[in-house]
């Protein structure tokens, strides 16, 4: 196992320790994140956006916006998986998420499942997934390489 130590000369800032395994466990995520959202984005390439756009103007909303779909659940999810602005991504698929969970998911979100558990689980994952990219970037293992600014 590898550590990278970084040194700084501001005495107040904390020494931060990277090893390869923190690596791994953010391509892990990632990987997880992107290509369980791209079956999503996959699926409405294949059947459309009908059901997004119809609920959106049930909601007073511009018909067309429900064409961003593509950019929350194939666009983001490939660059995540690509480690290419994988921030900026991952913020994307956080308001993918938030505006799926208001438009179709509120009437489930104090239920439970019938196997007992949380009846949005897969929309926590993907919504709690993408905070933590955003939160963590890349990592090593990225096109975008480690330093890279949206990394």
């Not at 196992?1 to 690596?23: C, E, F, G, K, L």
């Not at 791994?24 to 956006?49: P, T």
């Not at 919504?127 to 480690?146: E, H, K, P, T, W």
Request: proline residues 2%; without cysteine.
């Amino acid at each position: 196992m590898q550590t990278a130590y970084s040194s700084t000369n501001d005495r107040s800032s904390a020494a931060v320790i990277t090893t390869s395994s923190d690596d791994a466990g953010k391509l892990l995520l990632r990987a997880a994140l992107a290509i369980l959202l791209l079956f999503h984005g996959v699926s409405k390439l294949i059947g459309g956006v009908g059901f997004i756009t119809g609920m959106l103007a049930k909601a007073g909303l511009p018909p067309a916006v429900g064409y961003l779909v593509y950019i929350g659940e194939v666009v983001a999810p490939l660059l995540i998986l690509l480690g290419i602005w994988t921030r900026a991504a991952a913020l994307v698929v956080v308001v993918n998420m938030i505006v799926a969970l208001l438009l179709v998911h509120t009437a489930q979100f104090f239920t439970m499942s019938q196997t007992g558990g949380w009846a949005l689980e897969l929309q926590g994952f993907y919504l709690a997934s993408a905070i933590a990219v955003a939160l963590l970037g890349a990592g090593r293992y990225s096109l975008g390489g480690i330093t890279g600014k949206w990394n």
